[in-house]
C-alpha cells in the first residue's frame, strides 16, 4: 500500500511514468542497490541519483564502481528512453547479460566492465545506435565481431579486452571510421590484420596477446598515439609508426623469409645456385684439360724414346 501511494504521488508530481519506476525498483533492487548507494524514491525527488530523467523518462542509470554484489535484472529492457547504462567495476555475481537488453534499441553507451558478466555480447546486437562499448575485464565468450555487428556506425570507444572472445578481425572493421579507442586484448583472436589506416580517428589501438598472425606494416594511421600489438605471432615491420609497440610471442611458427629478387626476376637463391654450379663446371672443365694436358705429356716423351738411337 506505502509502495501504491508512492507511485501515484510521484506520477503526480511529474515523475517518470508508473512503468519505469517499477521497472527501475526491480533493477536497483536486484543489483543490490541500498539506501546508502541508491537513496530511495520520494514526492519531493522523483528521480533520485543513480538516475537522470527527461520529462517522465528515465534516460540514464550509473550504478559504476558502488561495489554492488547482486546482478542485472531483466527488468531494464522495459526503461525503453534509456540513453547510458553504466553497471561497471561491481562485484556482481557470474550471470549473462539479459536477452532483454536488446530492446534498449536509443543506447549510447553500455559500460558493464569488470562486473564477473559471462556467455555471449548476443543481447547488444540490435543496439545499433551505440557509441560507446565498454564490456571489457569480464568473461564473454563468442564471435568478437557480434559486439559491433551489424554495424554501428556513430562507435567511438570499443573496449573489449580481457575476455575469451574468439575469430578474426574482419575487413568490415574498416567501416567504424569513428573509432578512437580500440582495446580487443588478451582474447583468442586469430588470422590476419586488415588494413586499418583509414581510421584515422583511431587514437588507441590495442590487440595485444591475441593470435594474430599476419605481417605488420600499414596496418593502423601515422596518426596513433597508443599501440599494442605484442604478444602476437606477427612479423613487425621497421616502417609502422613508432608508438606501435610490436613484439612476438614464443610457440609462434616461423613464417617463410622472403627472398629478394633481382632484375632479371631471378631470385637471390636463383643467382646463388648459379653461381655455384658455374663454379663447379670451370673446375670441371680446368680438371679434365690438366689430366688431358698430362697425358699427352707422357706419351710425347714415350715416341722420343723410342726414336732416339741407342749407344754404340
Wanted: charged share 10%; hydrophobic share 40%; with cysteine.
Amino acid at each position: 500500500m506505502t509502495t501504491l501511494v508512492v507511485l501515484i504521488a510521484a506520477s503526480l508530481c511529474g515523475a517518470i511514468d508508473v512503468r519505469q519506476h517499477a521497472a527501475v525498483t526491480d533493477v536497483l533492487a536486484a543489483a543490490g542497490c541500498g539506501n546508502d548507494t541508491c537513496p530511495s524514491f520520494s514526492p519531493t525527488d522523483p528521480c533520485p541519483p543513480p538516475l537522470t530523467c527527461v520529462g517522465d523518462d528515465v534516460t540514464v542509470i550509473n550504478l559504476q564502481s558502488l561495489n554492488l554484489t547482486g546482478s542485472l535484472h531483466s527488468a531494464v529492457g522495459a526503461l525503453s528512453a534509456l540513453l547510458e547504462l553504466f553497471v561497471g567495476n561491481n562485484s556482481f555475481r557470474a550471470g549473462t547479460l539479459p536477452p532483454s537488453l536488446s530492446r534498449l534499441t536509443a543506447l549510447k553507451t553500455l559500460s558493464v566492465f569488470s562486473s564477473n558478466f559471462v556467455g555471449d555480447i548476443a543481447p547488444i546486437a540490435a543496439l545499433t545506435r551505440l557509441e560507446r562499448i565498454f564490456v571489457n575485464n569480464n568473461r564473454f565468450n563468442g564471435s568478437w565481431s557480434a559486439i559491433w555487428e551489424p554495424l554501428k556506425p556513430n562507435l567511438t570507444d570499443l573496449l573489449c579486452g580481457s575476455n575469451a572472445f574468439t575469430g578474426t578481425v574482419p575487413e568490415t572493421i574498416k567501416a567504424l571510421t569513428g573509432l578512437t579507442r580500440l582495446d580487443a586484448a588478451e582474447n583468442q583472436l586469430n588470422g590476419t590484420l586488415p588494413q586499418l589506416s583509414a581510421l584515422t580517428a583511431l587514437r588507441e589501438i590495442s590487440f595485444r596477446a591475441n593470435k594474430l598472425s599476419s605481417f605488420f606494416a600499414t596496418q593502423v594511421p601515422d596518426t596513433i598515439n597508443t599501440c599494442d600489438f605484442r604478444l602476437n605471432c606477427l612479423v613487425c615491420a621497421f616502417n609502422r609508426p613508432a608508438a606501435c609497440l610490436c613484439t612476438g610471442r614464443t610457440g609462434c611458427p616461423r613464417p617463410p623469409t622472403p627472398t629478394p629478387t633481382n632484375s632479371t626476376g631471378l631470385s637471390g637463391g636463383a643467382i646463388v645456385g648459379a653461381a655455384v654450379g658455374g663454379a663447379v663446371a670451370f673446375v670441371v672443365i680446368v680438371s679434365v684439360i690438366v689430366i688431358l694436358f698430362t697425358f699427352m705429356r707422357k706419351r710425347n716423351h714415350a715416341h722420343a724414346g723410342e726414336s732416339a738411337p741407342e749407344p754404340s
